[in-house]
């Protein structure tokens, strides 16, 4: 974002500290410009919030409700708190739902939120209790990219977004169904090779909870060989077209175990193609 | 699209892109200079041409417009097959649009008179005044991560690194001072140009590096012939090819984007660092460490350079380089050319230049140039134009791609209209035999209601199954070397007994 | 786009039913019809076919180019359509709260034993009949909604029912509606009427009859007042919005009319679904060219081009009446171009809803609630400004154009001008629906309603609907007001009067509750997706009440579940979803285990 001129400053207040803060930031922004973390789990820089997981509610004067910060523009002398009783109450229990009926294990920063916020998920069903409704499931796999591990996810719409209008404008997925029983899904729940999808993996590219996650990674953390610690992080070109996506692989033990793209990357923002999601096996192909 | 661009798609078949599109224009391969040169009578018949532009910037335009005043929209009909009323659409929402990009790929450039295509787009471009300026412009959209970036180093036979020419003197002895050694004064062949001197047999050794001729080529029996006959063949590669099965030496080489250290640049001539993610298999070695050692075994001491030393030493002789350091192209995530210092931030859109008064430097030409019908006829005998090309999962001649397990891939078919199935009787997935002026191929068919009948599409990707290259021409362009692989004459025969091939038998390549 | 359609394809009658919505397909056209016909395009193969198939739902993708996927999520959204074959006629028998008062209960076990267990919704299944939350009939209960798929569908409310007619239409050939469904409205005596005073007196289908009864008096005066006299007059009145907000309608339209974007929408809002609520159903039903008139009216203040009523599904009646009224409006030049002879230009548009957010509905989306700012004054239908109205804040135009804003000040109270419609249901001896000026009481409201049987005593009230909250005998001086209920911390919401005498169970009212927005919720946001069944999880255990040493812990947790959904949700329904249920703990919270009944 270019810097704004002062006369499209405005002053709003966070935390009991003024601030001068850009007419058309978010909230979120103005917050973390002022270096206050706000939470977040469904929002992405670079996509249209979809304000769904409300974990980012923070409460400002004169609204009823809490709002969030992630799409509230701001405005002229608002009075905000990031951090009041109110706030933490909702987030406590925004990740208490998440967490008592979403396999979160491979969410990192939604299982720091439950850690943060003070969350016990164990209030809804314990050995004494009758189980929570969760929305466990099989993992879908139909096909040797990726795999769907719906119980994983939190519906926070990214995939679909990206999928859709945001980045792939394939719109193979939906949210399907209503209320506890949505989900995501394609057309009458087709396998992902009889639907629309062209497997650019820009879905598993956003969603943060590894609901949708590469079948090599899938199968190498069943079986117990996959191992961050021993994996490196290196950003190069995709081999393919002449668009330079720029690729980050991830290699353990000399081997690529999946490829992800950084979201600030000025070519395509973190979006790529299926040779470069998943083409990178011949490098690693016993022929080679 | 989203935010109200337009989009016409002008291809042959109606693709994805079509699709999407306010209006496909379904021509006639290889038409595409009648259209250009259509559009461009129009837009000079409504005025709506960039007259300032022109005068100021352009060369040529009396001659041009002689050119093209013979392409009225009718005339435009009947060459390309597409109704006047779209071409006038398209000229009139191209002239009249305060920006507009025309981008191709290899449907322009895939052609007996390759050049001749750009030229005509040019032409526009140069009629509305889409050049130049932010969002307009002229785009080929690259299909390998380094088209640009090798001809930017010099991977062409008349030019050093930066477009410098190798036969004009004073740069040429810029770099012979810099390398201590004499450069050939004249240009070399390329690729096509190379094939006709070992047909000559002037060409007797061939050393190759990342490329496999003996299955991406035209008319590929021919290719593989001359490979055949060559007194020494060397191939670096990463992957076993079916070139580098044919050769004397093969040099195992590490993957440039993954396994060694250096650059690219992408369409945009956006220089991008590519970088060492894993090690290179036992034997493999990276290019750089092959070409030093074949220097030293040469007699030559060329030291051990790192990746960014050979950078640091090209950015010294080519000016368009000059500001790209290691460090800025990390920091900057790319940077594009021309980049002449290491305040500059890099360059968004060329030709700039044409919009000052008075214009700096040459102005820009118009062509004249004439349609041309592909070198490969219909006729009674062969009655289908065969046009190939690549699916979105797959990359050329396969060897990449193999690798991984798409599930969009269906293998290799013949795809054609629903219409022309009925017509010649074939049905979905039943295998036919292909047959061109050069060879034959036994193929699946597949109905594609993108096709328009009188057309057939292929692509090269399967060549170990279905050597699509069998049926293409080596019809070369004289400027580009490129070879007509958009347009060959086909006719499709059924297999012997109604019974015989089903896809799901085994089938072979004839 | 590039559409990737299955191989499934249309049967004739589904390709009918769409043709008779879009028109015949044209391949050549380029411009596809709007995807705002995606849920009208849906409806008409549901009442074809009776639900939707993969080969209907690649037709209408086709036709409109939207992505399978996407309508599929849309389709699957709405509870009257279904993807997965259903019978031709079903049966969508309310099991709300006050039709469980009059014995729904019996009829679903009557239609179990004698059909099977009910279909559930979005899922397979091929029993004639379903369960359904409230029909908004809440006054002739209890209530069936039978619909019959076919070349001329047919709906029919089914009104103080009984198992073996309910049997008899779905497995009869066509729907005769039962004998003794008048609807006359308790106060049909009484002169002092406004928003009533045609209903029952009228004849609905006649425009002349509407005419005649003081109907298109409205209309002129405000073309003579002209867009800013109209606005005074609102502004003066101090109408509030009569949908559940209580927002002032003035200022809504001043936003609208003062909106430089151009093309402005109005909406009217005719999608009654909260419990206990029937009055926009009756004033649809008997007064509708009273609707079609306010619209005209609100158009030409506000400068609207172009006007949906958003309909509810389960109105057929409401919906057939209205058309009517549209039709003979558009022919006699109270609709249309050059309205009265005026530069003024205005045409309206019937949308069957199928449940929920109006906007997104209305633009052929899943049902999901937009976050705002931006307010729809300035981003609505279509992201334009627009009018949204519910059917009695509209009712009240005509009377505030003819007799002035002053005049309906005076009625009411100073903070709540005019007058109030009331659906006085349960166990009442005159349910129906009543209009009392503002500030009546709750005991006078009672009163005119008959109060509760004779030997019964009065337990509670529940005030607002689902999203309200419960009153009890104590309250009978609560002034029904804006500002009276909110001193109390209650409120009129939409107008729901539900009176529960000591024969019910409250607590089988909370758990129905739950259950209701559990079923209601969207699924958009995490406070109300996984909220509302953590509230009706918590709440069973409590009220089974077998693990007393946990109720006092259970209590604080359902206490911190409201009001996470109370402060996070996105719309009202999440914010409003524990209302009641905490209300109705706070007053019954000590009752045993197992309630009377």
Known sequence: MKPATPSSMIEITLDTIRREVPHQFTLLQACRSAGIEVPTLCFLDGMTPASACRICMVEVEGSRVLVPACSRQVERGMVVRTDSERVRLARRMVMEFLASSVDLSLAPGAQEYVNRYGARPERYGSKDLPAPATVAQPVKVDNDLYVRDLSRCILCYRCVDACGEEAQNTFAISVAGRGFDARIATEFDRPLPDSACVFCGNCIGVCPTGALIFKSEHEMRRDGSWDESRQTQTDTICPYCGVGCALTLHVQDNRIVKATSPQDHTVTGGHLCIKGRFGWQFVQAPEK | MHRGAKLYVVDPRRTSSARWAHAWLGLDVGSDIALANAMAREILDAGLQHDAFIARATMGFDKYQDCVAPYTLEEGERLTGVPASLIRQLAHDYARASRAQLCWTLGITEHHNAVDNVLALINLALLTGHVGRYGSGVNPLRGQNNVQGGGDMGALPNKLPGFQDVEDGALRSKFERAWKASIPPKKGWHLTGMFEAMERGELRNVYIIGENPAQSEADVQRAMHLLEGLDQLVVQDLIMTRTAEMAHVVLPAAASWCETEGTVTNSERRVQRVRKAMEPPAEARDDLAILVELARRLGHDWGHPTAEEVWDELRSLSPMHAGMSYRRLDTMGGIQWPCPDENHAGTQFLHARLWEEPVKGPRALFSVVEFEPPVDTLTEEFPIRL????????????????????????????????????????????????????????VPVRYDAGLRPGLAFMTLHFPDEVETNRLTIEANDPKSGTAEFKASAIRIDRLDSGSAGRRDKEWISA | ??????????????????????????????????????????????????????????????????????????????????????????????????????????????????????????????????????????????????????????????????????????????????????????????????????????????????????????????????????????????????????????RKWEAVANAKAKTHYLVCNADESEPGTFKDRVLLEEDPFALVEAMAVSAFATGCEHGYVYIRGEYPLAAERLAIAVAQARANGFLGARILGSEFAFDLEIRQGAGAYICNSLEGYRGEPRTKPPFPVISGLFRKPTVINNVETLANIPDIVLEGGKAFASLGTKDSTGTRLFCLSGCVRRPGLYEVPLGTTLGALLDMAGSVPEGRTLLAVLLGGAAGSFVGPEDLALPLSFEGTRAAGTSLGSGAVMVFDDTVNPKELMLRLAAFFREESCGQCVPCRVGTVRQEEVLQRILRGEKGSRKQEDLALLSEISQAMRDASICGLGQTAASAIQSGLARFGDLPAEGKR
């Open chain 2, 387 to 442: 046009t190939t090309g690549r699916r979105l999962d797959s990359f050329n001649t396969g060897v990449q791609t193999r690798a991984f397990a798409s599930p969009l891939r269906r293998g290799e078919t013949l795809d054609i209209s629903p219409e022309d199935g009925a017509r010649y009787g074939v049905a979905e997935d039943e295998v036919v035999r292909v047959t061109s002026r050069r060879g034959s191929v036994v």
């Open chain 3, 1 to 250: 786009m590039d559409l990737r359609l299955s191989t499934a394809r249309e049967s004739a009658a589904e390709r009918e039913a769409v043709d008779a919505l879009l028109g015949a397909e044209d391949r050549e056209a380029s411009n596809n019809p709007g995807r705002d016909l995606l849920l009208p395009a849906l409806l008409a193969v549901q009442s074809r076919a009776g639900w939707v198939s993969e080969g209907a739902l690649n037709y209408i993708c086709r036709r409109l180019d939207v992505a399978p996927a996407d309508a599929y999520g849309v389709a699957g959204f709405y509870r009257m359509l279904s993807l997965t074959p259903r019978p031709p006629a079903m049966a969508y028998v309310c099991e709300d709260l006050v039709c469980r008062l009059k014995g729904s209960e019996d009829l679903c076990l009557e239609l179990e034993r004698r059909l099977g267990p009910p279909t559930q919704p979005h899922r397979p299944g091929n029993s004639p009949w379903q369960r359904s939350a409230c029909l908004g009939q809440c006054d002739r209960a209890p209530a069936v909604l039978v619909t019959r798929a076919g070349v001329d569908p047919e709906q029919l409310s089914m009104l103080e029912t009984n198992p073996s007619q309910v049997l008899t239409a779905v497995e009869g050939r066509s729907l005769s509606p039962p004998p003794g469904t008048d609807r006359k409205i308790p106060q049909l005596d009484q002169k002092a009427l406004r928003l009533l005073r045609r209903v029952g007196r009228v004849d609905p289908s006649s425009l002349s009859d509407y005419c005649k009864h003081g109907g298109y008096r409205a209309l002129p005066h405000a073309l003579h007042l002209g867009p800013e006299g109209v606005l005074r007059e609102v502004a003066t009145s101090g109408l509030l919005g009569r949908g559940g907000a209580a927002f002032p309608t003035a």
